[in-house]
């Protein structure tokens, strides 16, 4: 079991930055595969990127490649999506999720993901 916590949304103007934490609980985090989705309004939820356990292997989404960075500290049992260069069409609820396995032909799926967040909001301005 693993709980997951976000925290680091909140308003920011086009162009700004937010760093983004989630924060697991229990021993096992370095055996998870750790994700980063994220739903806006009346929206379906989407993939925005994931980190192989040791943080060797990321994937991005194509609209949001060049300007957010995945990364994840295993000592602190956390995982952060850095965000530059945000825009208006960003603005979501963003959630963290954990899966066991790396498949990169299904890494963006929401139904291998076993374990999520209750999500924080980003709300970009512009």
């Known amino acids: 079991q693993v709980q997951l916590v976000e925290s680091g949304g909140g308003l920011v103007q086009a162009g700004g930055s937010l760093r983004l934490s989630c924060a697991a609980s229990?021993?096992?985090?370095?055996?998870?595969?750790m994700g980063w989705f994220r739903q806006a309004p009346g929206k379906e939820r989407e993939f925005v990127a994931a980190i192989s356990w040791s943080g060797d292997m990321t994937r991005y989404a194509d609209s949001v490649k060049g300007r957010f960075t995945i990364s994840r500290d295993n000592a602190k049992n956390t995982v952060y999506l850095q965000m530059n260069s945000l825009k208006p069409e960003d603005t979501a609820v963003y959630y963290c999720a954990a899966r066991r396995s790396w498949v990169v032909t299904t890494i963006h799926w929401l139904s291998e993901y076993d374990y999520w967040g209750q999500g924080t909001q980003v709300t970009v301005s512009s």
């Open positions: 229990g021993r096992t985090f370095r055996s998870y595969v």
